[in-house]
Each structure stands twice: as structure tokens, then as C-alpha cells.
């Protein structure tokens, strides 16, 4: 079965340094999301990805972060400057062509920042 | 506001035992629920959705959820638990044409020998 994959598992950064989070989501699908979830707890939407543009994002998803799609397999998050509070597990997912389709997750990428 | 809420961090049940997770939500529009699991160090993995029709729906692992229109629930059920069902459970909700689906902050189910 396809999967979405998730590059690197583990990143550990030092604060103000940039980080850029890999996915590569299924290929036949044309929605592409970002969540985190911090210390196992809750899963907290980031953005949504869609036709080459972000379509929703969350208040967390402020001027330090921002998405990309460069060359039609890999989907990006990078974080400009990173912060202690940025540490988390970070989520790819992605559906097909519609919104009410359930999400595929990757494994995560845990961002330590130091 | 859209949220959904997950009302127990932690659920005990004896194995054999029936199961139940509860999730309620609230929406403007009409809700696509869905029901997801995640296991240690994992993303998390589809168990069931309700997008129409029947208000009992099935899903993975003998898992199945209720839709509750006028209680605004989607609960999540298993007739007898396995010990391998012990995970965390999250349930999600989208809406209308938005393209967002949010997540309650999930059950953490311990299914005892």
C-alpha cells in the first residue's frame, strides 16, 4: 500500500536556526496538510496544501513557518527561525481528491530544538 | 467555533470487555467524522468515517461509531477489547467545503490483561 513518507525521523536544531521538514505524500493525491503534535498530546493543524497553494492554515502557522511544493513529489515545511516551543512531532498527510477522504499520516519528523 | 472534544484522557477496560471512546463536536454545516489511531512512535491510522447515511459505521479492527445527530456525538465502540487495542484514539472532524480537519486531543485507551 502507498505510503507517505517523512524525512528525517529525528532533527535536532538549536534555537534561531532554520529547519526544513520532508515529506513526500502518495503520489495520487492532490491534498497535502501539515500537523504537530506536542509530547503525544493533541494534533494541532498547521496548514493545508492545495493546487499549489496553501488553502487553511491555523494561528499557529505565523510568518516563521511557510510550505512548499518545489517539483511535484515533495511537500516542505520550513521553519525560519525556530523557536524551544517549535519542539514537537511534525505530521505530512495527505487525501485524495476530496476533503472528506480520510488523511494518510506519515511517521513524523520529532524537531528538537535546543 | 469548530471544535471537537474528547471528554477522558484515559479510558480502562478489561480485556473482553465491551469499549467505548466518546467524542463530540460541533460544527456549522454538516460534519464528516472520522475515528483515527495512533501507536507508539507512528503517525496515525484511519479506523472509520461517517460522511452520510447509515449512522452506524463500520471500520478497522471490529472498531464501529455511532453518529448522534441531536447529541452531537460520535463515539467510538468495540464489542469486546483486545489488549492490542490499547493506543491513543483521536477523533476529527471537517466541514462543509473548508479544507481543514481538526483533532480532539485524544483518548488514551488501556486495555488490561
Known amino acids: 500500500e502507498p505510503e507517505v513518507t517523512q524525512t528525517p525521523s529525528h532533527q535536532v536544531t538549536q534555537m534561531g536556526q532554520e529547519v526544513i521538514l520532508r515529506c513526500v505524500p502518495i503520489s495520487n493525491h492532490l491534498y497535502f496538510y501539515w500537523y504537530r503534535q506536542i509530547l503525544g498530546q493533541k494534533v494541532e493543524f498547521l496548514v493545508s496544501f492545495y493546487n499549489n497553494e496553501i488553502s487553511e492554515k491555523s494561528e499557529i502557522f505565523d510568518d516563521q513557518f511557510s510550505v512548499e511544493r518545489p517539483d511535484g513529489s515533495n511537500f516542505t515545511l520550513k521553519i525560519r527561525s525556530t523557536k524551544l516551543e517549535d519542539s514537537a512531532m511534525y505530521f505530512c498527510a495527505s487525501i485524495s481528491d476530496r476533503v472528506n477522504s480520510p488523511l494518510h499520516f506519515g511517521n513524523g519528523t520529532r524537531l528538537t530544538v535546543t | 467555533a469548530q471544535s471537537v472534544a474528547q471528554p477522558e484522557d484515559q479510558v480502562n477496560v478489561a480485556e473482553g470487555n465491551p469499549l467505548t471512546v466518546k467524542c463530540t463536536y460541533s460544527v456549522s454545516g454538516n460534519p464528516y467524522l472520522f475515528w483515527y489511531v495512533q501507536y507508539p512512535n507512528r503517525g496515525l491510522q484511519f479506523l472509520l468515517k461517517y460522511i452520510t447515511g447509515d449512522n452506524l459505521v463500520k471500520g478497522s479492527y471490529g472498531f464501529e461509531a455511532e453518529f448522534n445527530k441531536s447529541q452531537t456525538s460520535f463515539h467510538l465502540k468495540k464489542p469486546s477489547a483486545l489488549v492490542s487495542d490499547s493506543a491513543l484514539y483521536f477523533c476529527?472532524?471537517?466541514?462543509?467545503?473548508?479544507?481543514?480537519?481538526?483533532f480532539g486531543k485524544g483518548t488514551r485507551l488501556h486495555i488490561l490483561p
Open positions: 476529527a472532524v471537517s466541514w462543509g467545503r473548508d479544507d481543514k480537519i481538526i
